[in-house]
Structures are given as structure tokens and as C-alpha cells.
């Protein structure tokens, strides 16, 4: 059976041959069905989402976010089926950050005005500046060049010195 997206002019059935989708060499359309989980990826986060089909349309999917339980319509062409990292890596000798290379959610540090370093996370990604929410709860508008990344170590607690486990022996 064809695929019924509009752009999928080349989905056609030749006996038992299937020729392969203009929108996905995977399969485009016909390979989703209700209850399969996919990624796709949201331009205003900047990264891939993971979801949950709950409908197929002409042109575009009813998903259903893992992480927040909202629906979405999503286009087709945002599907990502083949499972292809779509992370952008900077270029080498890149010394300075852009929007490509951010994510909403991920924690970063810049210095203020008073050359005080300060450390938050990112809440939303603007045209020119990143929206910050910073450690001591202020919210912040910060040029992508002036940020750094900052790696988080989670659940790390020192370990109690003198404490020997083992048994007692007496004399």
C-alpha cells in the first residue's frame, strides 16, 4: 500500500519489491504505527526527544513526550527513524559556544559584570542570547560567546576516613 504522505511520491508496492520513501530511507510512514517509540527532534529545545506514537497523519505524527507526558504534533520529516546521532560537534580550534552547540536543560557558567563566575542552567534559547536560570535562583540573558560548559558530578561524597572494615582482634 502507498505511503499517504504527500511528499512520498515515490512510495510505491512493484509485486513484493517496496520502493524506498523520499522522506526517510527507512520506511518514512508506514514503518510508524501507535505504541512505537521514536525520537524526533524539537527545534526549540535544540536536541532529539524521545515519544511515544499515538496517531499518523498525512504529514505529520500525534506523539507523546516520555519525559513530560504532553502531546505533540510533530512533521513527518522531524521523525528521526534511523536513529542517527544528530548531536553538532564544534569545529576544531572552536574556542567560543553558538546555539548549535547548546541545549535546554544543559548547565553552563559565564562571568558577570563583576568578573564573578556564576553557574546555572539553560531555560531557553533565543535568537542572539541564552535564557539562564542561575544557581542562586536569578534569571539571566546571556550573549552564546561569553558561556562556557560546565560538567556535573552527580551523588559524589567524600569517603569517611578511618573507618577500616574488617574484624577486631584481641589480645
Known sequence: MPCKAPACLICTVSGSELTACWISRSGCCRSLHPGMEISYFSGKDNKQVDAVVEG???????????????????????????????????????????????????????????????YGKILQLNQKTASLLTNDGMRWRVAYGLLFKVMEAEGYQEPEIGLIEGEIIKE
Open 56 to 118: 499518523v497523519h498525512r504529514v505529520s505524527v500525534h506523539v507523546r513526550d516520555k519525559a513530560d507526558g504532553k502531546k505533540w504534533s510533530v512533521p513527518l520529516y522531524a521523525v528521526n527513524l534511523s536513529g542517527a546521532n544528530t548531536d553538532i560537534h564544534p569545529r576544531q580550534g572552536q574556542t567560543r559556544l553558538d546555539k548549535n552547540l547548546l541545549k535546554v536543560g544543559e548547565s553552563v557558567g559565564f562571568h558577570d559584570r563583576d568578573n564573578r563566575e556564576r
